[in-house]
């Protein structure tokens, strides 16, 4: 795995958003969480690039690091909530943050451990 480049945090940011629809985008209350909704292919790709940060924060090592859904928020930059399956029942929930372009990288900044599927992503 390679950490991204500040260039390519930069544009993280912008397929992340370009990424929600129209409907999503008018619908997100400034502060608050969008719903829930299934990771797209990209977004995909991104978060899957941060499982070692992910095991990193949470003490644990994964066979498996699926992400199956988010939520985003938008701050000075943008909050993710991400649901990983991490083998058989098992998901973590990880807060991920992409700062505005040039304020540095996408990084992971919380983790959730011993969560269940079917657990919602809540705001921590």
Not at 95 to 121: F, T
């Amino acid at each position: 795995r390679t950490k991204p480049s500040s260039r390519d945090s930069k544009a993280t940011v912008s397929v992340l958003y370009c990424n929600q629809s129209k409907k999503e985008k008018e619908k997100m209350m400034c502060g608050g969480t969008t719903d829930a909704r299934a990771v797209d292919p990209e977004n995909k790709t991104i978060f899957t690039g941060l499982q070692s940060q992910v095991e990193s924060m949470s003490g644990k090592t994964f066979t498996e690091f699926e992400p199956v859904l988010m939520k985003s928020q938008v701050v000075a930059g943008a909050n993710y909530f991400v649901k990983f399956n991490v083998g058989g029942d098992s998901c973590v929930h990880a807060r991920i943050h992409q700062p505005l372009p040039g304020q540095g990288d996408i990084s992971v900044v919380g983790v959730l451990n011993d969560k269940a599927p079917s657990d919602p992503i809540d705001y921590f």
